[in-house]
């Protein structure tokens, strides 16, 4: 009974965000590996050296995630790497409320060099969740398999949920991006006079 009241409900997911979908969003994709990347080289004051940049990226994380200790798998300020593994919620509607679907895991990497750095985000998964009503979303996988998809249950589309979620994920990760930008931008000179 209880897998049939869960099945019913996630049916209803269904049918209720197919109403709501936007289409997939255009996506950034590494031509190397086929994954979704999003990856950007951005120059900085020239004069900024490679430990002030690993320094604001590490206090970056540290702002960013409620634990940035269990974010970051690896760090080497000689190098001027860190790579971390975060995840973000994902929501769907359903009868106009939200509920959470589950998440959306990925990698972070940024580069630091003198002048420089580069930010790589790729490896997203989504992972499924208990319900607060007993059942569990299940996993989706990798989020490149949820574009373009022909994946049905009782004969509606999986696209639509799948659109739901990656355009949540590429809002977000557009939005961390914009913020660790900020991040890592020289402190800006004021323009007014002492006086």
């Known amino acids: 009974m209880k897998n049939f009241l869960f099945s019913i409900s996630f ?5 209720s965000n197919a109403f709501t ?27 900024t ?8 990226a590490r206090e970056w994380f540290a702002k960013t995630y409620k634990s940035s200790t269990n974010v970051i798998q690896m760090e080497d300020k000689e ?9 973000m919620q994902v ?27 580069k930010y790589e985000i790729t490896n997203f998964y989504h992972s499924g969740q208990f319900t607060s009503a007993g059942g569990r979303i299940p996993d989706y996988g990798v989020c490149e398999d949820m574009i373009n998809t022909t994946d049905r249950q009782m004969g509606f589309s999986y696209q ?8 949540q994920m590429n809002d977000n990760i557009t939005e961390l991006v914009v ?8 402190n800006a000179v004021s323009s007014q006079n002492d006086w």
């Open 91 to 117: 929501y769907h509607k359903q009868f106009g409320m939200i509920g959470e679907s589950g998440y959306i895991n990925y990698t972070i990497s940024l580069y630091l060099k003198d002048g420089k750095y």
């Open 11 to 15: 049916l209803f997911i269904f049918i």
């Open 79 to 87: 190098s001027g790497k860190i790579v971390g593994k975060a995840l």
């Open 179 to 186: 913020d660790l930008k900020r991040a890592m931008i020289t």
């Open 21 to 47: 979908q936007k289409e997939t969003p255009n996506l950034p994709f590494d031509k190397t590996t086929n994954k979704i990347t999003y990856s950007e080289v951005i120059l900085v004051d020239s004069l």
């Open 160 to 167: 639509k949920i799948y659109n739901y979620y990656l355009n």
């Open 49 to 56: 050296t490679k430990q002030e940049l690993f320094s604001r």
